[in-house]
């Protein structure tokens, strides 16, 4: 496994288990930007403030869990993708409503682009909608 791919690989599972950027920010630059078209993650323009919106997304979904489906490495480009399903029951309060007990399994996918060994720039695809009508959220 090359040193991106091993990067890649404990940048998702520290970010995909809420563990905030405290854990995530040694797998990227400081200033490492984010973008999505997910209407709920409008507002994030950084992977530090995504890694802050990951580790809330705990509070309603405490058991939450990530399914890596595909892990690709292009060096070429220094980028690597992941698709994965998020997995998770909404019985905690935090949520805009209190807890429904009602499950998701959410696809999305990141664009991790590499700078120097460490994570630039991540793009989340995600539809932000399925997964909240799925939670009874909408």
């Known amino acids: 496994m090359t040193e991106m791919a ?15 950027w405290e854990k995530c920010q040694s797998y990227c630059h400081s200033d490492a930007t984010f973008a999505s078209q997910a209407a ?5 323009d950084t992977v530090e403030a995504y890694a802050g919106w990951m580790s809330g997304l705990f509070g309603p979904i405490p ?15 220094n980028k690597v993708v992941v698709f994965g399903v998020f997995h998770g029951t909404h019985t ?3 949520g805009p409503v209190p807890p429904t007990g009602k499950t998701m399994a959410s696809d999305y996918a990141y ?22 009508q799925q939670l009874g959220w909408t």
């Open 63 to 77: 058991a939450g869990q990530a399914e890596v489906m595909t892990f690709a490495v292009d060096e070429a480009r």
């Open 111 to 132: 664009d991790l682009i590499f700078e120097d060994g460490k994570i630039r720039h991540v793009t989340k695809i995600w539809n932000d909608v399925a997964a909240m």
């Open 40 to 44: 709920s993650l409008a507002a994030i």
């Open 92 to 94: 905690a309060d935090g």
């Open 6 to 20: 091993k990067t890649a690989e404990l940048f998702f599972d520290a970010c995909e288990t809420g563990q905030g």
